[in-house]
């Protein structure tokens, strides 16, 4: 099937919470479901579109993520004004920059935060085997031709260390020559998807891997031609520019 991707990266990911627990995963494991729909859903205010529907607050999220790391947070907005003191607006300017996006955060849909709650946090269910999509069992065993990358951070006090390469384990019909896996020292979680090293050294990793599995555009293209042209049989979803291939 030419729609089945050819890779996959997962950076930071909570595949399996229970292998090196976090504060956030014991926070979860100490609760019921019933206590986060009390304590965490409430409505929108009327003065704001989508006014009366149930979400988690996105102020919320940003004050967990805030409180996790007070003394960290201080000191960075400390040095923010000695820089703009000392007349270095570069300095002061990045973290301007730093901020704009870290504080930037939207509300999520009661529906969703909760079930990623429960299926993820609590109850574990995709390394159980147990997780379903829409009635269907979701089988990682069917797993054989997508190449799987994972990137966990050293730091990392959200999704701690093992919970996304688990998903390396969970795929045992996946040949280790189409399995990666990199450990980023000295970031964080925010670190493994955003800043210097990110930059520096994740997005070259995930470049490589993805060329290395990509498929031949001719081959690409030779396969969906099979498939018969728009508007006879081809997948009415599917955009044939949306094909990945290496230039």
């Known amino acids: 099937d030419p729609l089945v991707p050819r890779s996959v990266t997962l950076l930071g990911g909570p595949i399996d919470t229970r292998q090196t627990p976090t504060k956030v995963n014991s926070f979860a494991q100490a609760r019921d479901i019933g206590w986060f729909k009390r304590h965490c859903i409430h409505p929108v205010p009327e003065r704001y579109q989508g006014r009366g529907r149930l979400v988690y ?16 947070h201080f000191s960075a907005h400390r040095d923010m ?49 147990l997780m379903q999509h829409r009635g269907r069992p979701v089988d990682l065993k069917a ?24 998903a390396l ?37 995930i470049k490589a891997f993805m060329k290395k599995h990509a498929a031949d555009e001719s081959v690409v293209l030779k396969r969906l031609s099979r498939r018969g042209s728009p508007g006879r049989g081809r997948d009415p979803l599917y955009d044939p520019a949306s094909v990945a291939v290496p230039t």
Do not use: W
């Open 57 to 72: 607050p996105g102020f919320m999220q940003l004050g967990g993520f805030m409180a996790m790391n007070p003394d960290r």
């Open 169 to 205: 384990d969970l795929t045992p019909n996946l040949s280790a020559e189409k399995k990666e896996h990199h450990l980023q020292a000295k970031v964080g979680h925010y670190g493994v998807f955003n800043g210097s090293r990110f930059r520096r050294e994740i997005a070259p990793r």
């Open 143 to 166: 797993v054989r031709r997508c190449a799987l990358m994972t990137v966990e951070g050293e730091n990392d006090d959200i999704t701690g260390r093992g919970q996304t390469v688990a």
């Open 81 to 129: 004004f000695n820089h703009l003191i000392q007349g270095d607006g570069d300095s002061a300017d990045r973290h301007r920059e730093f901020y704009d996006e870290y504080l930037a955060v939207m509300d999520l849909t009661a529906e969703y935060y909760l079930q990623t709650l429960e299926t993820v946090f609590i109850d574990h269910l995709l390394p159980r085997g």
